[in-house]
């Protein structure tokens, strides 16, 4: 069975299962579409072993032959001739259990990955002897983020590296560092109940086959929508609200709703209890979101127009609701930072490799009563970067929420 050595995105070496214990094992599913009870099929599966204080201790990952097409390979970017090598379902499953047994799952969007490893499980003949024990890293994010609930702007919140998403290694690694910020946020003593709530799960009886690792493929470049959907603020208010919103910006990737998309987008609000208002709602908000970022960077250019009508005819929302929005400029007035000043209670964010370790000026700042902070959220007053023209997830989450980015500089003026 193949493993993946870290760092993320090399296939080093065969790795064999480890024994089970205590711990956190994060999937990540890519799937020919959103219908795991019907006809769509799980295409690749990347599972990341984390202790349980978070540290990553091991990865796996391969591809999986689904016995049909292979669904939006413009996204996930799988071919047909890496498939045809791969094994079925049913030959990983017992090895996949055995990687799963005695651990928390987790999971970003954890819904849509436990619907794909029941149903996939089931086809194979199986049916686990215990329940699933999970987290959900994009319901935590309402929890510890505040807003910004997609992979990708978690990730940025914590300066996470996510480079070549819509590959189930990438995604599964970054989940699992993205819980590990969460964990060391809280503290280890937080997660202890769930992980002494996790029973041992039945062997699987069925042959087992080697992985298929995917080869390195070409780095993935986001659609300008896509774009934007990584930078939109989190517009739901519940978790199910969100789970809905997280299948809408995966269906509109490519600006095209096909009948397929739209029965999956009816069968989650069925499922979630969304009324037909409460989904229209979300659609215009969302949209209201877009034409928000929009302007982030001045007057919205005419790609950006077109893109965003585009969006409302296929959401069903009003273009009118864009004319107003557009006609509205977003203005974000910084403060001047010769009369700015931190009070106790502030919270803070630091950022790159500083002149002085970190943890001093963390230190440093505690005992004037202002708290560091590890992630970007919107509470945040200040972020203070290495370098105040960071390219950083840190800088640029600061930049789209309007909190000035100061330098060390300033820093050491106030508080050294």
Same mark, same amino acid.
């Given at each position: 069975?193949?493993?993946?050595?870290?760092? %993320?995105?090399?296939?080093?070496?065969?790795? %064999?299962?480890?024994?089970?214990? %205590?711990?956190?094992?994060?999937?990540?599913?890519?799937?020919?579409?959103?219908?795991?009870?019907?006809?769509?099929?799980?295409?690749?599966?990347?599972?990341?072993?984390?202790?349980?204080?978070?540290?990553?201790?091991?990865?796996?990952?391969? /591809?999986?032959?689904?016995?049909?097409?292979?669904?939006?390979?413009?996204?996930?970017?799988?071919?047909?001739?890496?498939?045809?090598?791969?094994?079925?379902?049913?030959?990983?499953?017992?090895?996949?259990?055995? =990687?799963?047994?005695?651990?928390?799952?987790?999971?970003?969007?954890?819904?849509?990955?436990?619907?794909?490893?029941?149903?996939?499980?089931?086809?194979?003949?199986?049916?686990?002897?215990?329940?699933?024990?999970?987290?959900?890293?994009?319901?935590?994010?309402?929890?510890?983020?505040?807003?910004?609930?997609?992979?990708?702007?978690?990730?940025?919140?914590?300066?996470?590296?996510?480079?070549?998403?819509?590959?189930?290694?990438?995604?599964?690694?970054?989940?699992?560092?993205?819980?590990?910020?969460?964990?060391?946020?809280?503290?280890?003593?937080?997660?202890?109940?769930?992980?002494?709530?996790?029973?041992?799960?039945?062997?699987?009886?069925?042959?087992?086959?080697?992985?298929?690792?995917?080869?390195?493929?070409?780095?993935?470049?986001?659609?300008? =929508?896509?774009?934007?959907?990584?930078?939109?603020?989190?517009?739901?208010?519940?978790?199910?609200?969100?789970?809905?919103?997280?299948?809408?910006?995966?269906?509109?990737?490519?600006?095209?709703?096909?009948?397929?998309?739209?029965?999956?987008?009816?069968? /989650?609000?069925?499922?979630?209890?969304?009324?037909?208002?409460?989904?229209?709602?979300?659609?215009?908000?969302?949209?209201?979101?877009?034409?928000?970022?929009?302007?982030?960077?001045?007057? %919205?250019?005419?790609?950006?127009?077109?893109? =965003?009508?585009?969006?409302?005819?296929?959401?069903?929302?009003?273009?009118?609701?864009?004319?107003?929005? =557009?006609?509205?400029?977003?203005?974000?007035?910084?403060?001047? $930072?010769?009369?700015?000043?931190?009070?106790?209670?502030?919270?803070?964010?630091?950022?790159?490799? $500083?002149?002085?370790?970190?943890?001093?000026?963390?230190?440093?700042?505690?005992?004037?009563?202002?708290?560091?902070?590890?992630?970007?959220?919107?509470?945040?007053?200040?972020?203070?970067?290495?370098?105040?023209?960071?390219?950083?997830?840190?800088?640029?989450?600061?930049?789209?929420?309007?909190?000035?980015?100061?330098?060390?500089?300033?820093?050491?003026?106030?508080?050294?």
């Amino acid at each position: 069975m193949a493993g993946v050595s870290l760092p %993320p995105a090399t296939v080093a070496s065969m790795t %064999p299962i480890p024994a089970p214990a %205590p711990g956190f094992a994060t999937i990540d599913f890519e799937t020919t579409g959103f219908y795991a009870e019907g006809t769509d099929r799980a295409i690749e599966v990347s599972v990341v072993h984390s202790d349980p204080d978070g540290t990553i201790t091991g990865q796996w990952e391969t /591809l999986v032959n689904p016995g049909r097409d292979l669904g939006r390979q413009d996204i996930h970017g799988i071919t047909a001739r890496e498939i045809l090598s791969a094994p079925q379902f049913a030959g990983i499953a017992g090895d996949l259990i055995d =990687l799963l047994t005695g651990r928390v799952i987790v999971a970003h969007n954890a819904s849509f990955d436990l619907r794909f490893l029941d149903a996939e499980l089931g086809r194979a003949g199986y049916w686990g002897s215990a329940p699933w024990v999970s987290v959900c890293t994009m319901r935590l994010a309402r929890t510890y983020l505040g807003s910004g609930t997609t992979l990708a702007d978690c990730c940025a919140a914590f300066d996470i590296e996510l480079g070549g998403a819509h590959r189930a290694a990438v995604d599964a690694r970054a989940t699992a560092e993205l819980f590990a910020a969460y964990i060391g946020s809280t503290g280890q003593a937080s997660w202890q109940q769930l992980l002494g709530s996790v029973e041992m799960l039945a062997p699987h009886a069925g042959e087992r086959h080697d992985w298929l690792p995917r080869a390195d493929v070409a780095a993935y470049t986001p659609s300008f =929508l896509e774009r934007i959907i990584d930078r939109v603020p989190d517009v739901s208010d519940t978790h199910e609200q969100a789970e809905y919103l997280a299948l809408v910006e995966r269906c509109l990737l490519d600006r095209y709703l096909s009948e397929h998309e739209k029965d999956a987008l009816v069968g /989650l609000a069925e499922r979630a209890g969304l009324g037909r208002a409460t989904v229209e709602r979300l659609h215009r908000d969302y949209l209201s979101a877009l034409v928000t970022v929009a302007w982030a960077d001045g007057v %919205p250019t005419e790609e950006e127009r077109a893109d =965003l009508y585009a969006v409302a005819h296929l959401l069903e929302v009003p273009v009118s609701v864009v004319d107003d929005a =557009l006609a509205r400029p977003v203005e974000v007035t910084a403060p001047t $930072m010769g009369s700015f000043a931190l009070s106790a209670g502030d919270v803070v964010v630091l950022t790159g490799e $500083m002149l002085r370790p970190r943890s001093e000026w963390e230190e440093r700042l505690r005992e004037h009563g202002i708290v560091p902070k590890p992630a970007v959220t919107k509470a945040a007053r200040l972020v203070i970067a290495a370098d105040p023209d960071s390219l950083s997830g840190k800088a640029r989450k600061a930049r789209d929420y309007g909190i000035p980015i100061v330098g060390e500089t300033w820093l050491a003026d106030r508080y050294a």
